[in-house]
């Protein structure tokens, strides 16, 4: 895209956000007839960049170390075409004829994040002096009531719900990931009033861009509280895992103390209602035993670990080496940043300290890598699309400066301000400013700092929630203010993650 035609975009873009801007003032006046218009400008955006797409290159080859993630090439390339991986070896073999960027990077398969509540991720930490038994413990005392869930429906009550999440995925995309799970859900009867979701991550579970361009057409089912789910829905469920239409099924359970007897019981009522078949994963698994493991393993249940959210809830965490021991697939997910990390990164550079302190450790380095990348791209059936670097994925890649020898402990230790660029669907929407400029010069960048680097972000409009960055944060902390809290950052910075 250069000359004329970038010139032309880059109007286009200013102008897109400009209406939006006005359009979003307006609604403070509520009538009819002004969101009307509003919803009108910006019909009339999308159709104008519409017309001019695509707006990046449709083809690119990234050269840096490729950890695929099973393998490394030293001096590798990955070559990109409409979003798909089209070639992966040594640079000296790599596509001629296409536009070479030299990264100085590691290029890792994107982070996927399959326990998210990403709503709940603009609020600050939540910690109490206490050790909880279970989940269901904390979800009653009054102060997860003043800090957290009130201030939460009241934003949702207010109209912030597509904000929320905008936040969330900017915030999983600091932390390297390019899936997430646990995103808002199509909750409007008006289908384009769901739009907002559309644009920055893979939303596992209700839109992540595999099946068209359509909102809740996915093939995975996220439940928080399995144990509500009517019977009528469970046979469905069951049905639809039969029949292909549904393919994963990813379920909290046993969140408690490793002695918490009520937790520990959800595994028997789960097995009644015949849920221990392949496709199904359970996230936790804090209060289950060895002999649950093996039935996991035995009837190809994954299990997703999200060790810092246990620890700081009810001080310890799932039994993962028994897990492991009895041939558990697991993967590792941040739950949410209130009491779990603030992104995948975050939360891969806590276990590793965790798995550190083990004697002797559970995980070698590698195997920490590929919980966050292949193994939830199996546990989510997915692997045929996203995980790993291999012709023919879609590319969603993560770019890592190298800050150890060994490529895996690069990533293990990186800190986000050392994530140079992620790309979801071969478009880069977020990194170091130069490799974003270099890689999007006709594009409207929008500044971001984090932990003094110098940042850009991508966003393509959609419908429900601003283009604007900064007039999404500044909506955010104002209705958070009302509700005596404040907009929480998006990732704690170095030296200061594990408090
Ligand atoms: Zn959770």
Known sequence: MEGNQGDQLRKGKFYCVAAEQKAYTLVGFRTEWKKMR?????????LVLSLFSPVVAQQI?????VVTPDDVIQDGFVAIQQGKIVGVGPYADRPRGMQAVATHSIIYPGLIDL????????FPRWRENVQFSTRYQWQQVTSYGIALSTPHAQLFQDGFGCQSNRFGEVKAIVGGATSVVGSLGPSKPDSSDNQCIMGLARNLDFYSGFYGTTVNMEKLRYEVFPMQVSLE???QIKADLNSGKLTSYIVHLA?????DANAAREFNMFQAQGFLRPGVSIIHGVALGRAQFRQLATNSV??????RSNVELYGVTTDVAAAKQEGVKIAISPDWSPSGSDGLLQELKYAATWNAGQYPPVFGDAELVKMATSVPAELARLDDKIGSIKTGLYADLLLVKQSDANPYKTLLHANPAEIRLVMINGTPVYGDADLMSALRPSQQLQPVNICGSAKSLFI????????LWSQVTEMLSAELNRWGTSLSVLT???GTNLH
């Open 460 to 467: 393509e409009p959609v419908p429900g929630v601003p283009t």
């Open 115 to 122: 326990h998210d509540h990403i709503t709940w991720n603009l």
């Open 38 to 46: 509003m919803k009108y400008t910006l019909a009339v955006c999308m």
């Open 492 to 494: 704690q910075c170095e």
């Open 233 to 235: 829905q469970v046979n």
């Open 61 to 65: 080859v990234l050269r840096g170390t």
């Open 302 to 307: 994954g299990l997703i670990w999200s060790p």
């Open 255 to 259: 969140e408690g103390n490793t002695t």
